[in-house]
C-alpha cells in the first residue's frame, strides 16, 4: 500500500499538544501516518501559539525551515494551524507563499476534509470560522506527552478577556463539552494503559457552568471513580473562581495529586486591576492559604507578568513580595508583549524592555532560591512516584523493559518519574533478580529521595524488587 506520512510541529500550551494529537488521529483516517522525519513527510504541519510575541516568531522560523523543501518536493502539502493562523487568516499567505492551507482553532475536525480536498484540485484554503460546538473525535496517543500521561481537553475557549490577552479572540467564547463524551474519552485511554488524565481548560472552574452541566468539583469526582486512573491534574484554574468545593476536592479525592497551578500575573493590586484579573492579593493569598489547610502538601505553581503597563518599581516590589509570603513550587514568569486585539496595547505608560528584562532576572534568582528550598523539603522522605519511563538519554533503548539483574551500560537502569507533587525523579532500578520483575511506565514505586537538584530529584527504590502490584494498603489502579 502506498503509504502517505504527516509530521507535525507542536509550538504552544498542552491544548496545542492536545489539538495535535486530534490532528493526528483524523489525518490517520485519510491515510496519513504520524512520522518524526520531516524529510518523509507528504504533508507538513505546524500547529501555533501566539500568546507572546515570540511564540508568533517560532512559527515563522519553522515556516522558514520548509522554503528548500517545498522547491524540492512541490508536491507537499504545508499546513499551518492553531492560534497563529486564526489571528493571521490569510495574511500567513504573505508571509509564507508555498503555505496551501491555514486552518484555526475550531478547524481540527474538519482538516481532514480539507485536506483531501488540497489532494485533488490544489489551490490554497483558509478555515478559521468559529463552531458553536466542540466535534467529538477520539484522539490517537500519539502526541501526548507520554504513553503513561494524557490531555483532555473539557473545554475550549475563554471569556474572561484579561487585558493583556489574544486567547479570547483566537480561541473564542468559552464552551464545555459534555461530561459523558468526557469520561467516555478517559475510559478509552484508561484501556489503553494511560496511567494520568490531565484536564484541560483555560478557566477549568467554570466548567460546565454556562451550558448548566455538572460542576467542575462534580466532573473531578466522576474522573475519580473510573477504573485504570491513579492521578488526575487539571490546569488553569483562574483564582478568581476557585472554589472551596473545589479545595477540598484536594482533601477528598484520592488520585487528585497534590498540585494546582494557580497563575496570580502579579502581586500588586493596581495591577491586577488593569489586567483586568478581578481578584485582589488579599483574595489571592486567603485561597493559598486555604488551600494548604485543606491538603498542607500541596505543590502551588503559578505564572507571573512583568512589565505590564503602568508597572512601577513598587508594584514590581509588590510581586517580589508575594513571591516571598507564598513560596511557590515553580513559577513560568515572562515579560509582558503588546498583543494585536488585547486592550493593552493602547495603555500608555509602556516599560521598557531592558527594565522588564531586569525585573524578570531578579524575579527568577528569587524564584530559584523556593524552587531549590521546595525540592530540599523531599529528601530523606518516601515518595510515591508514576514511573514515566527510562531517562531521557536511554529512550533510544527500547524496549520498555530492564532485564533484572542484568549488568548493562552505567546508566542503563536509569528510569524517571514524577511525584504526586509534579516533581521529576530520577533513580536507578536494578529489578528483583527472585521475581524477574520488569519495570514498565504506568507502574507506581516508592521512592526515598536522597538528593534535590534545582529541578529534578535524585532517589532510591524503597525495595528495588517491589512495584504497585505488590504494595499493600494503598489503592492502585495499575
Ligand atoms: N488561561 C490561563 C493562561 C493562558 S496563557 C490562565 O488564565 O491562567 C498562559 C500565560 O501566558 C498566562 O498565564 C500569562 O502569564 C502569559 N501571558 C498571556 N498573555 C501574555 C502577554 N501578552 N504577555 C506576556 N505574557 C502573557
Ligand atoms: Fe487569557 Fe485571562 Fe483567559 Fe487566561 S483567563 S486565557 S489569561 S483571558
Ligand atoms: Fe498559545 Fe493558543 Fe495556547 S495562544 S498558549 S497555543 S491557547
Known amino acids: 500500500m502506498n503509504h502517505k506520512y ?16 486530534r490532528i ?53 502539502i504545508v ?19 508555498f503555505v496551501d492551507i491555514v486552518f484555526g482553532t475550531h478547524a481540527v475536525g474538519r482538516l481532514p476534509a480539507r485536506i483531501s480536498e488540497i489532494e485533488k484540485n490544489r489551490g490554497k484554503i483558509v478555515d478559521i470560522e468559529f463552531a458553536t460546538f466542540i466535534e467529538p473525535i477520539l484522539p490517537s496517543t500519539t502526541g501526548t506527552s507520554t504513553p503513561v500521561s494524557g490531555f483532555v481537553t473539557i473545554m475550549r475557549g ?38 494520568e488524565i490531565t484536564l484541560l481548560g483555560q478557566n477549568v472552574n467554570s466548567y460546565g457552568k454556562k451550558e448548566g452541566l455538572c460542576s467542575f468539583p462534580e466532573l473531578l469526582k466522576k474522573v475519580n471513580c473510573i477504573d485504570g486512573i491513579s492521578r488526575i491534574r ?26 494546582i497551578h494557580l497563575p496570580v500575573q502579579s502581586g500588586s493590586n493596581n495591577i491586577l486591576k488593569k489586567m483586568s484579573r478581578k481578584y485582589t492579593r488579599e483574595l489571592y493569598l486567603e485561597k493559598i492559604e486555604k488551600l494548604r489547610l485543606a491538603c498542607p502538601d500541596i505543590a502551588i505553581t503559578s505564572d507571573m507578568i512583568v512589565g505590564f503597563p503602568g508597572e512601577i518599581d513598587a508594584d514590581f516590589q509588590d510581586t517580589l513580595d508575594l513571591m ?52 530540599q523539603t523531599h529528601v530523606g522522605k518516601i515518595e510515591t512516584v508514576l514511573v514515566e519511563g527510562r531517562s531521557k538519554k536511554n529512550t533510544e533503548t527500547e524496549p520498555w523493559v530492564c532485564a ?32 524477574g520483575h520488569f519495570l514498565t511506565p504506568g507502574e507506581i514505586i516508592h521512592i526515598k529521595i536522597t538528593r534535590a537538584l534545582s529541578h529534578s530529584l535524585w532517589g532510591d527504590p524503597v525495595d528495588p524488587g517491589i512495584s504497585s502490584q505488590d504494595i499493600k494498603g494503598e489503592h492502585y489502579a495499575a
Not at 79 to 97: M, N
Not at 411 to 422: A, H, I, K, L, M
Request: charged share 25%; net charge positive; hydrophobic share 30%.
Open 324 to 375: 516571598k509570603t507564598v513560596e511557590f513550587d515553580g513559577l513560568f514568569a515572562f515579560c509582558y508583549s503588546d498583543r494585536p486585539h488585547s486592550p493593552s496595547v493602547h495603555f500608555t505608560e509602556k516599560v521598557s524592555e531592558m527594565v522588564k528584562k531586569e525585573r524578570l532576572q531578579q524575579l527568577l534568582n528569587l524564584q530559584e532560591t523556593y524552587t531549590r528550598g521546595k525540592n
Open 234 to 259: 487539571f490546569t488553569t484554574s483562574h483564582p478568581k473562581d476557585l472554589s472551596d468545593d473545589l479545595i477540598h476536592c484536594f482533601s477528598r479525592l484520592d488520585r487528585l495529586c497534590n498540585h
Open 24 to 76: 493526528i488521529a483524523g489525518l490517520q483516517a485519510i491515510g496519513y501516518d504520524h512520522t518524526a522525519g520531516m524529510e518523509k513527510a507528504d504533508l507538513i504541519l505546524v500547529n501555533t501559539c501566539t500568546v507572546r510575541e515570540r511564540a508568533e516568531q517560532k512559527a515563522f522560523s519553522f515556516l522558514g525551515r520548509l522554503t528548500a523543501l517545498k522547491k524540492e518536493n512541490p508536491r507537499l
Open 404 to 435: 533484572t539483574g542484568v549488568a548493562g551500560k552505567a546508566d542503563e537502569n536509569q528510569y524517571t518519574g514524577r511525584t504526586s507533587t509534579n516533581k521529576i525523579v530520577n533513580f536507578l532500578w536494578k529489578g528483583n533478580p527472585l521475581s
Open 79 to 97: 499546513g499551518v494551524g492553531g492560534c497563529l493562523a486564526q489571528q493571521e487568516g490569510k495574511a500567513i499567505f504573505k508571509r509564507a507563499p
Open 158 to 195: 475563554c471569556d474572561n478577556f484579561c487585558t493583556y490577552c489574544i486567547v479570547p479572540y483566537v480561541r473564542g467564547r468559552e464552551i464545555s463539552r459534555d461530561p459523558e463524551e468526557i469520561l467516555n474519552e478517559i475510559k478509552a485511554y484508561a484501556d489503553s494503559g494511560m496511567r
Open 6 to 21: 504527516v509530521y507535525i510541529h507542536t509550538i504552544g500550551c498542552q491544548m496545542n499538544v492536545y489539538d495535535t494529537s
